[in-house]
């Protein structure tokens, strides 16, 4: 009996800590639906939307995320690869406007949609 | 005891701000939560002047601290003023605001739970029940004799459409001193005066401006539910988000029936504190 609880923990703790981990890694991506994956930023391409993109994430995001969106301790970079090419842009506006509460990150609904996008030309825009 | 105001105010001044982005309400609430360890220092104020009673200054100053992405737990301190009287403490709340879905609906609830210990309280957070002119007829010293030990019960529901918010609340409040269960409603509309945000930093740009209608009223007891002897009130709402974090809002309201206030001037002071728990922490902010 105790080798049984014994394997068990042995199995079950380490999948836990690797399902929290690929939580923490992305796994929103594949909860974003089909139709908001699809959409199109209307502002791309569009300077003054990365420029004002910026100057929201400053007030913000940037105290969770860094002054550079960096990352710090506990949150993670927004410089990554999978914010600048895996994700679209309509994954990274879904995002922005449900957050992904259980992992600590807020909805930004409050915000209004032409400003999500706008940050959203600015994450997007942002290199290693 | 003596309050050392002091090393607060000093602590204030460096704090980092954030452009709150928030909601011109004065009684409705939004679906919106505090961001997780942001904390919001709020005062909001109101004069009214009740036919057959002294003109009144009501104050509230709230604490508000985002625990989680959907949780927000806030503490009020009241008081109020009233002419040719005295100015008293009214009491104290505390609230918990909790949104049972994570993710943006067409529509969003969130549960809203409080309980509050105040007697002659008159910074008409919420109207409720039979609430009205006669409550505001009674000198302090008589009024403070009624000590209310009230649960009060909110659903919030709230949408985003198109830059505007529409939110209701609808309430049920218990004074736990056997009194019947007691209604009220509020709901607000509003929208910044622009939707996108300007590449520059500028302090009186349109999107810092939000403008809005709110209407908010009892609707009886248990016992008479109802629109009878009840007072209810409506009026425009606007707030100006300046850039370092501080937000002005102010909403002149009208009593829609003699059982109501005829005006209410009622303004507020807001001040968001980013990551709040981090200036205790090994390295203060970052």
């Given amino acids: 009996m105790r080798v049984r609880i014994l394997l068990l923990l042995v199995v079950a703790v380490p999948l836990c800590v690797m399902m929290a981990k690929a939580a923490a890694d992305g796994a929103w991506l594949a909860t974003v639906p089909a139709r908001d994956h699809e959409k199109t930023n209307p502002y791309e391409g569009k300077p003054d939307a990365i420029a004002a993109g910026r100057l929201i994430f400053e007030e913000h995001c940037a105290k969770c995320h860094g002054p550079n969106a960096e990352g710090t301790k506990k949150r993670p970079s927004l410089r990554s690869e999978r914010v600048r090419e895996q994700a679209t842009a309509g994954d990274v506006h879904w995002l922005l406007l449900n957050g992904n509460m259980k992992k600590g990150m807020p909805s930004w609904a409050k915000l209004p949609d032409p400003q999500l996008w706008q940050l959203t030309s600015y994450l997007k825009s942002m290199h290693d | ?286």
């Fill in chain 2, 1 to 286: 005891m003596k309050i050392p105001c002091a090393p607060i105010f000093l602590f204030l001044s460096f704090a980092v701000p954030l452009f709150a982005q928030e909601r011109p309400y004065f009684v409705t609430y939004s679906h919106e939560m505090e961001e997780p360890g942001n904390l919001e220092i709020e005062m909001y104020n109101v004069v009214g002047n009740p036919p057959g009673g002294n003109a009144f200054f009501g104050s509230t100053v709230e604490f508000e601290y985002g625990v989680k992405a959907w949780w927000t737990s806030e503490f009020y301190l009241d008081g109020q003023s009233t002419q040719n009287d005295s100015t008293i403490f009214t009491g104290f709340r505390w609230e918990n605001r909790v949104r049972p879905l994570m993710g943006e609906h067409w529509i969003n609830p969130v549960i809203y739970a409080e309980f509050e210990d105040t007697s002659a309280d008159k910074s008409l957070r919420e109207v409720v029940g039979h609430d009205g002119v006669p409550d505001f007829s009674d000198s302090n010293a008589v009024a403070r004799l009624n000590k209310e030990r009230e649960m009060e019960l909110k659903l919030i529901l709230g949408s985003n459409y198109r830059g505007f918010n529409i939110s209701e609340n609808i309430i049920a409040e218990k004074n736990l001193a056997n009194e019947p269960w007691e209604f009220g409603y509020a709901w607000a509309v509003s929208r910044p005066l622009k939707l996108a945000a300007s590449a520059h930093k500028c302090a009186f740009c349109r999107e810092r401006f939000q403008t809005g209608l709110e209407m908010y009223g009892g609707l009886g007891d248990r016992h008479s539910f109802g629109l009878s002897q009840t007072s209810h009130y409506i009026g425009p709402t606007m707030n100006w988000t300046a850039p370092n974090g501080t937000t002005l809002s102010f909403s002149p309201q009208f009593g829609l029936n003699d059982y109501s206030i005829p005006r209410l001037y009622r303004f507020g002071i807001s001040y968001e504190i980013e990551q709040f728990l981090s200036y205790f922490h090994r390295g203060g902010s970052q």
